[in-house]
Structures are given as structure tokens and as C-alpha cells.
Nanobody
């Protein structure tokens, strides 16, 4: 069992930056691919970014490529999402999730088996 806790959300003006963190407990994160998803009001939860267990492979949604960076520190059991050049449409609850490492770097929500409670990101225009 893995428990995930997100932090680092907040309110920021368009063009600003935030860094979200996801701290894990229960088992070592190095056994898992990690992903970030987000959900805006009245919308489906959507893929944002994913990183392999080693950190060597990443994948991003087209909407965040070049602006967001996912990284991980397995020694600290923590995953990060650096968000730059934020836009109003980036507003939503951001969730981190863990998938077994043998699933590669999936973008499909159903392949992730552990989820955090989310952190709110609000970008004012």
C-alpha cells in the first residue's frame, strides 16, 4: 500500500509559477511510475505528466509541454511538478498517482493504482 500526499498548490497570477510536491509513504516510490493528473470543475480528470521509476523517461500532455516539468527524488520518496508560465486554463485540482513500473509511462488514468487527495491550483487571468 502506498499513501500519497500532495502539497504546493495555491493561487497565482497568469504567467507565474508553482511547484507541486507529492510525498509518498508506505512503500518506496522507486518501484512505481509516477504521474500527475488534473481535474477542472465540471470536467474529466486528465493526464498531465508521467515519469518512469528511474526518472529517465517522461511524457507530457501537449497542453503543458515546454511549461511543466516532472521530476522525482527516490531517496526522498517525493515527486515534483514544476509549473511555469501558468495559464488560467491550468486551474484545477492536481493529483499525483502511482502505477507499477512494468506499465511504462502510461497516460491512461485506469493504469494508476494509488492516488493522492489532490492540491488546488488556481490561476487568475
Amino acid at each position: 500500500q502506498v499513501q500519497l500526499v500532495e502539497s504546493g498548490g495555491g493561487l497565482v497570477q497568469a504567467g507565474g509559477s508553482l511547484r507541486a510536491s507529492c510525498a509518498a509513504s508506505g512503500r518506496t516510490l522507486s518501484a512505481y511510475t509516477m504521474g500527475w493528473f488534473r481535474q477542472a470543475p465540471d470536467k474529466e480528470r486528465e493526464f498531465v505528466a508521467t515519469i518512469s521509476w528511474s526518472g529517465r523517461s517522461t511524457n507530457y500532455a501537449d497542453s503543458v509541454k515546454g511549461r511543466f516539468t516532472i521530476s522525482r527524488d527516490n531517496a526522498k520518496n517525493t515527486v515534483y511538478l514544476q509549473m511555469n508560465s501558468l495559464k488560467h486554463e491550468d486551474t484545477g485540482v492536481y493529483y499525483c498517482a502511482a502505477a507499477p513500473s512494468d506499465r511504462g509511462t502510461p497516460v491512461v488514468r485506469s493504469l494508476y493504482i494509488y492516488w493522492g487527495q489532490g492540491t488546488q491550483v488556481t490561476v487568475s487571468s
